[in-house]
């Protein structure tokens, strides 16, 4: 299985996050599993329950040719996301006026491609898992179940971050009117919030393709452990 880096995903993150401007959450918060329950209603309960009780209709194909594939076309997806975050900024014409709103519109236009790309290879995995067995059958039933009761909070989440880099944007456009002394020399502002930017992209490229990297994982051990 081609390697992709996992690691406390999450956590670094909101590592990042909590550096910016953005405004402390309380430490005292509900545990985990009551947070997620809040999540959800009476119809996405009965739709888990229904995904917990899910057989296919199909009698199932071995698919571990399309496994291998998948987790090859997962390595080249964020190889190749890594690159275009890494180039942020480069497509920003020089301008005497910079502006939050130039940076943060192709900062967003990367986002989405990051969210449209997890998306449609999160979905292609569901597809061969339910075309492989039941048991992978059902795990991918239960996954969709949580991508779509989710949906709406993630999107909430993520989209608090283009915020968190507005303020950062003008923290340090600030800076360099009034530079504070932290070493840094007043021009260098607009190539600390780039690398901020792609930090943060970074970070969230790994939290969106974590489910997808857990699926596939599960593909192998399936295949794997088969008689």
């Not at 550096?19 to 997620?36: M, S, W, Y």
């Not at 790309?117 to 898992?129: H, I, N, P, W, Y």
Request: proline share 4%.
């Amino acid at each position: 299985m081609a390697s992709v880096q996992s690691g406390s995903t999450h956590a670094r993150l909101l590592q990042l996050l909590a550096t910016g401007d953005a405004p402390r959450k309380p430490h005292n918060l509900p545990c985990f599993a009551e947070r997620l329950s809040r999540l959800f209603g009476l119809g996405d309960t009965m739709s888990l329950d229904a995904a917990t009780a899910f057989r296919s209709r199909q009698p199932g194909m071995n698919q571990e040719a399309v496994f291998e594939q998948l987790t090859k076309e997962l390595s080249n997806i964020r190889r190749a996301l890594r690159r275009k975050i890494g180039r942020y900024g480069e497509e920003v014409e020089a301008s005497d006026s910079v502006t939050a709103e130039t940076y943060l519109n192709a900062w967003l236009v990367l986002q989405r491609k990051v969210a449209a790309s997890s998306r449609q290879l999160r979905d292609k995995v569901r597809k061969a898992m339910k075309e492989h067995n039941q048991d992978l059958a059902r795990l991918a039933e239960l996954d969709s179940v949580f991508d779509h009761t989710m949906a709406s909070y993630t999107s909430q989440c993520f989209s608090h971050i283009s915020k968190v880099l507005e303020q950062r944007f003008h923290s340090l456009q600030l800076s360099s009117v009034s530079p504070p002394e932290t070493g840094h020399t007043p021009d260098d502002w607009l190539h600390r919030y780039c690398e901020d930017a792609q930090n943060l992209l970074l970070a969230e490229l790994d939290v969106r393709l974590e489910p997808v990297l857990g699926l596939l994982e599960a593909c192998h051990n399936e295949v794997n452990h088969s008689p």
